[in-house]
Each structure stands twice: as C-alpha cells, then as structure tokens.
C-alpha cells in the first residue's frame, strides 16, 4: 500500500537491531519529509562504504579502510602494552577516557560455550602471535564484567602465563557518581574486595 | 577515530527521530557486520528512490511514485466517501481494519495555531475542490482525538458545511482491550457520551 521504495526502506530498516514496524516507518516518513537530497546522498554512499571498504585491522581486529587501524600505525604510541577489548565500540570507549596511549586488540566477542563461540572463533591466536613476534610488557585485559568477560580474562591469563609478560584485569567497584543503595551485590563484593589504602 | 565511512554513517543516523549517538553506533555497527552486500544496495538504493521518486497524490496528499495515488487510481472503491486523516500513516492504519473501501484525503498535518499551522498550511483546500468537483455524499473526519485533531474536524465540518453533504466523526471510547480502570477521564467521558443501545 505504500509506494515501493518506502516500503523497500522501511524493511531495510526493519532489519536493524531493535527496530520494529513502527520505528521503521518513523524513519523512513523523516527521510522522505525531512532529509535533504544531499543528506540522502551521503548516507547512501556511507552505507556502501561501510561494508565495501572497512574490514578489520590484521593486526589487532580494529576496524580499518586502510591496510592497517589508525592505532597500530601509530608509532608515538606505548608499543608495549596491550589492551585487550571485546569489540571495536570498546576501543572508542577507552579512547575517550584519554588516559591509555598503548596499543588495542580487540576480541570480537567473549568465550560462550552456550552460544558455541569458542577460543578459536575469537582473535585469539593473532593476540598470541603478536605477543611472540613483539616486546610486549603488558597485556591489560578490558573484557566486559560478565560470566562470559571473566572466562575470556581467565583463558587469556593462562595461555600468556608461559610468556615473560604481565597480564592486569582493568578494576571493578561502584561506577563513580553511583551510591552503595542502588549497587548490586556483586559490584559491592568486588568493590569490598578492591580496595585500597588512602592512608 | 572510527573509519571515515563509519563516522560518516553514525552521524546521518544520528539525524533520525529519537536515534542518540549511541543507537546509531549500533545501527551502523550492525549494518558493518551482519548486513550483506546486497542488503546494503537495496537500502542504499530505496533511500535515494524514497527521496527522488515519492511525492504527494495532487488530488489526495498520500504518498506515491505515480502520477496519482493507488487509492485515487482504483475505481472499484466507492468514490463517494471520503476519510480525512492527518498523515500518510493514518491511511495505512485504516486500511488495515480492512472495512473501509472509500477514498482517502491526508491533511498533512493539524490545525494548531501554537506551531504557526493553520488551514493554509495543510491540504484542505484541495478537499474543498474535491469535493465541489465531484459527487460526494460523506466527508469522515479521522484526525486524531486531541484538541489540535478537534479543532481541525470542527473547523473541515464548517467550512464543508455549505455543501450538501454529509461530515461525520470517527467514534471515540475505551480501546478495545482496555478497562475503565486504566483509561483516563477524558476517554470514559467520551465513552460514556457514544453509548449506545445494545437491546
């Protein structure tokens, strides 16, 4: 009943994460009301170059358009640390703590044995090679807080342990501006069990 | 620090209703990694289609890619009637209930003198042509039950009302499926103004 091309954009944005009949159709009548043909344009081609030109970093999973990230051309970054990260989102997210100069590997997801996604299904072994071919003094592992992030921080500490390199755990505890009344247990427990003197 | 297409795709989906920074990551993200090639081209193609071939019906201000609208074009509906509703999407939600087989005319919008919009804003004078050009015996008026949507079907039934024909009022009352308790006052009045007689 609608015209064609609305209803083939509205079943493309049915396909996105989230997005139902009605969001869909939402965005596609704010694309035909309010887009400007320059703003169509844009996202067309950006849509095509997502998938036509990114790929992911051969060295450390990130994504990339060129041979290699951004990152890991960096030279005037700590070559000699790595933070381990579960998917790109997470890279963008350290970055914006602006805190860590050294190098990312990102995961592509956790070690779910339920979801059959095991060591071999991640970049695991790029991480490990890496590890061999270079200095590496540390390795910090940024996996999320789960049962799956923890599993995936236990495996990696043990096969790095043969290798003369530090592996550290980034901390847990109460998110900052958050109060002990509206903690779970767990992170009250870890941030119990994480403390520090002050004096 | 994301790839330039990324960037470029997170920020045209930041321009959609109620879409953050956040969504978007996620909308592109997702197109990144689970959309295929061809998946992407059709939306690509449908966005550029939705904007360069859709315009409004000129006799009933619905959404089409043809001279004139599917509604308008099809002669086995009864040419007699006419639903006024405020938006293309209204259409379609009528035509769901699938009882209504007459045409249709979308106003674009509502009376409301708060945003600047009055009757000469929206699509009514080419309903007023309509319906001095051709045979037409009821007018339904289906804008929405708030005051704008009142405002607006008092001000169509005005200036309609020189004509010979007839203007009514979609009902309102409680949603089917709903109880007295959690509807509000405004809708049990109403309910209670349409009773009618069931014996």
Redesign the interface.
Known sequence: ??????E??II??E?????GKK?A????????NR?T?E????????????????HRCPTCGF???SDFC?FCLDSSRDQNTILVVE???D??AM?KCGRYHGLYHVLNGVISPLNGIGPDELNINSLVKRLEDHKVDEVIVATSATVEGEATALFLSRIISPLPIRVTRIAYGLPVGSSLEYSDETTILKALEGRKPIK
Chains 1, 2 share one sequence.
């Open positions: 009943m609608y015209p064609k091309s609305l083939d954009l493309s944005f396909k996105l994460p989230g997005v969001t159709e939402r965005y596609a009548y704010f694309i035909a887009f043909l703003d169509v344009k844009t996202m067309s081609l950006s849509l095509q170059n997502v998938k036509e030109k990114i994504l990339t358009e951004d998917e790109p989102k890279v963008i970055e």
